[in-house]
């Protein structure tokens, strides 16, 4: 299989991954905070060290304010139920996921869209995708920083699709929340990440879920102070685990490198696209990008070209709406049910674009 849908989930995963649950399978698949044995303090220590690494990697004001989750969807989750009143208003990008817009919607917040409507009254806050999933450009954060600072209202970042494959400065950018997951660009596996929320707001969400934390055990309320506040029930350790062992394998490989070479991929497979008839390359190539490449075809149906690719080519690639309807209405191809969507990982060759490509080639001489 030629596997070209990692901005779905990140495949293979980093080296480091499997030996590192060998190992927590092997010595002790243990909880935290719940027991007395050197091993479970053992991996405290080991989930203590990942949420610095966190920290580190997004650079972020304190460890303490790293909460882990299952990944975007549930941190953007807390965020929107914690913080946010049924008729609150948000601006957020003409660019986001559904796992932004559905929780807005669900819970009777209304949605502006930034540049595009105008400023209305109660804005509460600004949320952005810092990546789109469907064309992989990453999106201008400046006015965004700006409204934010001008309302003193939270800034709200989705770095589901960014994380890993750019470089994500928390301080320099200024949000106030940030949302992760470690099984894309950070090359970890599926239903972990997590959150950063500064001081000031975490103190003004309610937790998501209740439950038991290790800590204060004698109280019937939540602990008040972070992470625990955020953080009941058993977290998902193997996943932390694996979102530890992707972050130290970015960090050693080099951010830099990693977009250099889905760059490069990214750009052959552009111009190969460019040069076949009938394909049309969907949203600005020109921007700083995670390493995706959309396209439609005016003479072949989008879902017969991913079908056969991966029948015929065993290629994988994502077709449809990508789980982002707002985005493909900015776009102009949610009518046309949205895109043929390719994206790259580090482990991806130029050999593999040329097999895509070809493939391409031969799939719309055929049924044309």
Do not use: W
Request: proline share 3%; net charge neutral.
């Amino acid at each position: 299989m030629i596997y070209l849908d990692n901005a779905s989930t990140s495949f293979p995963k980093c080296p480091g991954v499997k030996q590192i649950l060998n190992d927590y399978l092997e010595k002790g698949a243990l909880n935290i905070n719940r027991s007395t044995s050197a091993s479970s303090f053992d991996l405290e220590e080991k989930i203590f060290d990942i949420r610095e690494s966190v920290k580190r990697f997004f650079n972020a004001p304190k460890n303490s304010y790293v909460v882990f989750t299952r990944g975007v969807t549930e941190s953007i989750n807390l965020f929107v139920n914690g913080f946010l009143n049924k008729n609150d208003s948000v601006l957020v990008s003409p660019y986001e996921h559904n796992a932004v817009i559905r929780p807005l919607t669900e819970n009777g917040i209304n949605i502006n869209i930034i540049d595009q409507d105008k400023c209305v009254d109660n804005i509460k806050c600004v949320i952005i995708n810092h990546a789109s999933n469907v064309t992989g450009n990453v999106y201008e954060l400046g006015n965004a920083k700006r409204i934010a600072q001008k309302l003193r209202i939270p800034l709200v970042l989705d770095t589901a699709q960014s994380a890993g494959c750019v470089k994500v400065d928390m301080s320099a950018i200024g949000a106030d929340f940030l949302a992760f997951s470690a099984h894309k660009g950070l090359l970890g596996l599926q239903g972990a990440g997590g959150a950063i929320i500064t001081e000031e707001l975490a103190k003004k969400i309610k937790p998501l879920i209740f439950g038991g934390t290790g800590s204060l055990s004698s109280s019937y309320n939540m602990p008040d102070f972070l992470p625990d506040k955020f953080e009941a029930g058993t977290l998902n350790i193997p996943g932390i685990l694996s979102l530890g062992e992707g972050i130290k394998f970015v960090e050693n490989y080099g951010i830099e490198n990693i977009h250099s070479h889905k760059k490069q991929l990214r750009e052959e497979c552009i111009k190969g696209l460019s040069a076949i008839s009938g394909i049309s390359v969907i949203g600005d190539t020109d921007k700083e990008n995670t390493g995706v490449v959309s396209f439609i075809s005016s003479n072949v149906d989008n879902a017969v070209i991913a079908s056969l690719l991966d029948n015929q080519y065993g290629i994988a690639t994502r077709v449809g709406l990508q789980c982002a309807p707002l985005a493909h209405k900015t776009l102009n191809t949610f009518n046309i049910g949205g895109t043929v969507r390719v994206s790259f990982s580090l482990f991806n060759t130029l050999s593999e674009v040329e097999v895509l490509l070809d493939a391409l080639t031969a799939i719309l001489k055929t049924n044309q």
